[in-house]
């Protein structure tokens, strides 16, 4: 499958070809099973497979546009929307929405929001109202998105990876994340964090400040934080993220999501 989505993209008149239309909707139907993923955990690190993103890309321009209708709301786009949720053991509450080629794990927890072709979304997750889950984005089990959290999606460049949000992470309300960050395991970010590639992410906790760009370690707690910049026209305060502590050991995994935030008394 790869040589011949690798090929199509060398050659967009392949896409034309009745076996390489097959292939990239094969490729779109793993994706939607959780059997293929644009990004997948190693024994170190990530493994992106670009030539997934690739297929996803592809997908569009041999699709044809149509009226979905759901009762009395009618869309119009060229992909399908998801289906068969209690097959897979997924709540959905209207209005959520999820296109397919998007994969949820049972147990998730759609409350009404919007879930992305491409993206990956494992067991026990709450995706919580008014959140969004970008193309691509792979999130881990037991993961909360609160209310108006915007997870970024990512195709192209193809070579760039999506956002990574590994198990048992809390993002507190209206948090952004982007541009291919990675949270590791058990992160805590309190409401209105915003992180992107170029965002300032500083440990505080120690004697002098640790910096980190485009990463946050395990069982972090996070908080808004903003630093001052010298510009031409002045000194001004800019943006940035704060580590203030980590997750205790003592506290609940279940509990410790907010626990962890109120422990610093900082807003959920």
Not at 29 to 54: F, M, S, T
Request: charged share 25%; with cysteine; hydrophobic share 40%.
């Amino acid at each position: 499958m790869q040589e011949i989505i690798e090929a199509a993209w060398l050659n967009r008149e392949l896409l034309k070809e009745e076996k390489t239309q097959s292939v990239i909707r094969e490729v779109i139907a793993g994706l939607d099973a959780g059997k293929i993923r644009v990004a997948e955990p190693l024994k170190e690190g990530w493994k992106v497979n670009e030539w997934v993103k690739k297929a996803v890309i592809l997908y569009f321009p041999i699709q044809k546009m149509e009226t979905l209708e759901a009762g009395p709301m009618e869309f119009h786009d060229k992909m399908k929307l998801k289906t068969n949720y209690a097959e897979l053991g997924v709540r959905v509450v209207p209005h959520a929405v999820a296109r397919y080629g998007a994969y949820l794990a049972k147990g998730v927890i759609m409350m009404p929001s919007y879930v992305n072709i491409g993206a990956y979304v494992d067991s026990g997750t709450m995706v919580d109202t008014w959140a969004t889950v970008g193309s691509c984005a792979q999130i881990g089990k037991d993961v909360h998105l609160s209310g108006g959290v915007g997870i970024g999606g990512v195709l192209e460049p193809v070579q760039a990876a999506p956002v990574i949000i590994e198990d048992g992470c809390f993002i507190g309300s209206r948090c952004i994340v982007v541009e291919g960050v990675h949270l590791e395991k058990e992160v805590v970010l309190g409401a209105n964090v915003v992180l992107t590639m170029s965002t300032k992410i500083i440990d505080v906790t120690g004697s002098g400040p640790k910096e980190y760009k485009g990463r946050v370690p395990s069982r972090s707690v996070v908080i808004p934080g903003s630093y001052a910049k010298k510009f031409a026209a002045g000194e001004y305060n800019v943006n940035c993220a704060l580590i203030i502590g980590k997750r205790k050991e003592s506290t609940d995994l279940k509990t410790s999501l907010n626990n962890a935030l109120r422990d610093y008394d900082v807003a959920v």
